[in-house]
């Protein structure tokens, strides 16, 4: 069994060739910009003779929309070698993200054919079906902030590598941090991170009064 192990900024993969000669790629952290790339390397080092990939996302904690494309690099891998390819193992975030996308979220590459209601089960009731109607328009716009982070992702990255260094949080919380300081200030994603990223200047004036609020309140509902 050989293992390979490719690391770049907040992803791994890891690809394990099992004794049938089929190649499991486990990939761990965040599937955001360049992780389509980190694939189609890994994909290289897997032996020409596999009869098959899986791919586990079990260890995946966060997705932008660069996931999709990390999708699609595995799609295409599978066809034009001809072998079955499969991604499974969704959980959290992630998973939210293939049900924006519209996309079957225990395998999307090889998607399950799903049965017709039968014509007897009842409908849903009203206070349910509200409840999922809002729960699906706050994952849209939480995809509205993803998309508009991946035209803007320097000034984010930048203002996540602040927070990380300011507050000693996570990746993923510096995201998160940065995503609750947008929605409790009302102000776009993009000009919070603007904002925190000048307020590093020599002689910066300090944030608006409502985003200190709103930061404060984000960091301190993060920590553990």
Known sequence: ????????????????????????????????????GMLSRALAGVSPGSPRIDLDLARVTYMDTAGLQFLDTLDAYGRRHAIPV?????????????????????DPLNPAQRPARPRST???????????????????????????????RPVIDQARGILMAAHGCTSRQ???????????????????????????????PPPPEEIRTALRGAIESCRP
């Open 1 to 36: 069994m050989r293992r390979t192990h490719i690391l770049v900024d907040t992803l791994v993969i890891d690809v394990r060739r099992e004794a049938d000669g089929r190649a499991v790629l486990t990939p761990r952290g965040e599937l955001v910009h360049g992780c389509a």
């Open 86 to 106: 499969t991604a499974t193992g969704w959980t959290g975030q992630p998973r939210r993200i293939l049900e924006l996308a519209g996309l079957d979220t225990t």
């Open 122 to 152: 009842p409908p849903v009731s009203s206070v349910v079906a509200a409840e999922r109607t809002e729960q699906l328009l706050l994952l849209r716009q939480e995809l509205d902030q993803l998309r508009e982070a991946l035209t803007t």
């Open 174 to 204: 510096a995201w998160d941090i940065l995503r609750e300081v947008s929605q409790r200030s009302n102000t776009k994603l993009r000009a919070v991170a603007a904002i925190i990223t000048a307020g590093t200047q020599p002689d910066a």
